[in-house]
DNA sequence: TTTTGAGTTGTTCGA
DNA sequence: GTCGAACAACTCAAA
């Protein structure tokens, strides 16, 4: 009578894929029929709550990976609660001898899986884990004095001279599954989508979730906009950005993955747009590398003078922001674009993000946590050092003086008006010159759009001139204190 | 240890 | 309209 080897439990998380994916490979490797398992812990054990933008891509992004599975003969259940009881609980329940897992990077969420470890091997249970979520783990680049690296340049240069990332894994042919009994939940019943209101309606028609949408997505990228990239990304106009955020953030796609099909299409299309797309990939490797080392990213400024910034409090100038109700249109057309699809492009994030910082002077963790809600692509490391970045307190940070001038911006990167009057509709009739500061039109143009400030559309909130100089005094006095 | 060059993404002002 | 300088120093990383 031939006898099952005790099964391996893969224990998916940020790396929703079957394809490059080292901690499935190894389980199959390992002979075992193989069980995957995903635990809704959110909340749990320390863990900062997702937004409800995540929720919603991670049901969609779960629908794909429980059918890949399946069409391949493996089987994928669903658990809610802390982790740390159920991982070890699921692996005792089918008799696991094997447990694999890819590796994230959140101090809480690592002091979860470094217990989980503990507990199965004390269960007389293998454990293992992998680097799977970035090109390399954020310990392994340091600057020659051994310490880590607080600018990027240098940081991807090294990270660079370390030769290339490992070769992808192949998508297993086959799943040999485990066929016990087991208990699964009902995704429906975790109540990750909306219904009343649906605001998810948008995030349907623009995204397309799973490892299936985010490889099509990759390769129409390569094919179609990569040329382009360097001189394209910075207009939200066109569609030349890659928009594998999302992706990237589930682990549908590796970086991996990306960084060597990048180089191959480079091969056969030219080198155009390859170094600056994958310097992106590197800012996402050097967010890693800083919340790796600075647990605290979100919460805390990197440049810790600004600890004693007069950050302004009020609800109302938020609350402007978050709705794209500012009365700037670049900034209202980025919001909105934000509610609606759950994703911004990059240059309007910049200019959106300023304009909360300094502009309103509200202090940029609202800012991070309305994008860490509302981002399908919200990632503990990217969003935080992005923010902090912008907020001129993060590592290698603007210089406090350089304030984006609102209508500048959207004149230079949004020249045609196109980006405003897709999102902002009530601005749609105003001539172009007019468009990203319609408070500046003559009366009769706006009245000709059918434009009324402050009826139809909002007056500015703040005037740009005075803003900018309350900024300027405020990190003034900032530095006086500090010195004082 | 000290020195040196460099550092994602800008704006404003005045010639 | 175009162009260059000023904006403010400071910290990092390597030699």
């Not at 106009?237 to 928009?243: G, I, K, P, W, Y």
Request: proline share 7%; charged share 20%.
């Amino acid at each position: 009578m031939p006898s099952v080897p005790a099964p391996a439990l893969v224990w998916f998380r940020d790396d929703l894929r079957l394809a490059d994916n080292p901690a499935l490979c190894h389980a199959l490797a390992s002979g075992r029929p193989v069980l995957a398992l995903f635990v809704f812990d959110d909340g749990h054990a320390g863990q900062r709550r997702r937004g409800g933008a995540w929720r919603w891509w991670l049901a969609q992004s779960l629908r794909h990976l429980a059918a890949a599975l399946a069409a391949k003969g493996g089987r994928l259940i669903l658990r809610s609660g802390p982790a740390g009881e159920v991982v070890p609980r699921v692996a005792r329940e089918i008799d696991a001898k094997l447990v694999t897992w890819n590796r994230r990077y959140e101090a809480a969420a690592m002091a979860v899986d470094a217990g989980i470890k503990t507990a199965l091997t004390g269960d007389h249970i293998a454990a293992e884990s992998f680097s799977a979520t970035l090109l390399r783990e954020p310990w392994t680049v340091k600057s020659q004095a051994g310490q880590p690296m607080k600018v990027f340049t240098p940081f991807w240069k090294a990270h660079q001279a370390k030769g290339e990332p490992r070769a992808t894994l192949p998508e297993p042919a086959a799943i040999s599954g485990f066929e016990g009994p087991v208990a699964s939940e009902n995704l429906d019943d975790w109540g990750l989508e909306p219904h009343a209101p649906n605001w998810a309606e948008g995030f349907a028609e623009a995204w397309q979730p799973g490892e299936a949408g985010a490889r099509e997505r990759l390769a129409d990228f390569l094919d179609e906009q990569l040329v382009a990239y360097a001189e394209g990304r910075d207009r939200p106009d066109l569609a030349v950005t890659s928009r594998l955020s999302p992706h990237l953030r589930f682990g549908e796609i590796s970086p991996v993955q990306v960084w060597h099909a990048t180089h191959m299409a480079a091969e056969h299309r030219g080198p155009q747009g390859q170094a600056k797309f994958l310097s992106e990939i590197g800012w996402r490797e050097f967010s890693y590398h800083l919340l790796y080392h600075q647990p605290d990213l979100a919460s805390a400024n990197i440049q810790k003078r600004f600890d004693h910034f007069p950050w302004v409090s009020d609800h109302a100038r938020l609350a402007a922001w978050q709705r794209g109700l500012t009365g700037f249109p670049i900034v209202d057309a980025g919001m909105r674009e934000l509610w609606r699809t759950g994703w911004m492009h990059n240059r309007v994030r910049m200019v959106a993000a300023s304009f909360l910082v300094k502009h309103l002077r509200v202090d940029w963790r609202a800012g991070e946590a309305w994008f860490w809600d509302t981002l399908v692509d919200a990632d503990p490391a990217s969003n935080a050092a992005s923010w902090q970045w912008v907020a001129g307190c993060g590592a290698d940070a603007a210089p406090f003086f350089r304030i984006f001038n609102p209508m500048t911006q959207g004149e230079k990167f949004d020249p045609a008006g196109d980006y405003v009057r897709r999102w902002v509709p009530e601005l749609a009739k105003l001539p172009t010159a007019a468009l990203q500061q319609p408070w500046s039109a003559p009366a009769g143009v706006l009245a000709g759009a059918g434009v009324t400030l402050g009826v139809t559309y909002p007056k500015p909130i703040v005037d740009h001139a005075r803003a900018r100089e309350q900024a300027l005094a405020a990190f003034a006095h900032l530095k006086e204190g500090d010195a004082g």
